[in-house]
């Protein structure tokens, strides 16, 4: 077999069950998300819909991007508004990993039944 058949097939023998591992090690970010998304729930309702009371925004779907940016922000003391000071102290003890898992499952709740 010449050289670079050999050095491809050792290759894959180490990267794909090294790949395979670190998938099924991962963790479902959506399902740590949803464990997370219980505190959330109180406000904007257990679908992220804010049935429970009008006033708070329906966050059901919102772009993951934009739920990391503004968990951060409250979290940060960087945003102002209305509801600052009770996102603020929700958002306070999540970190970096909390707040990336509780967007990708706010954002999946417009698929989620």
Request: a positive charge; aromatic letters at 6%; one cysteine or more.
């Amino acid at each position: 077999m010449p050289a670079v058949g050999r050095g491809f097939i050792v290759c894959i023998a180490v990267v794909v069950p090294a790949l395979l591992v670190r998938a099924l090690a991962a963790p479902d970010s959506v399902a740590q998300g949803r464990d997370k998304f219980v505190q959330c729930a109180a406000c904007h309702g257990s679908d992220g819909r804010s049935t429970v009371i009008p006033q708070y925004p329906k966050i059901a779907g919102q772009s993951g991007p934009y739920v990391i940016n503004a968990l951060k922000a409250y979290r940060d003391g960087r945003r102002q508004g209305t509801y600052a000071a009770i996102m603020t102290a929700v958002a306070k003890p999540l970190s970096d990993d909390d707040i990336a898992n509780l967007a990708a499952y706010i954002e999946s709740l417009d698929t989620v039944q």
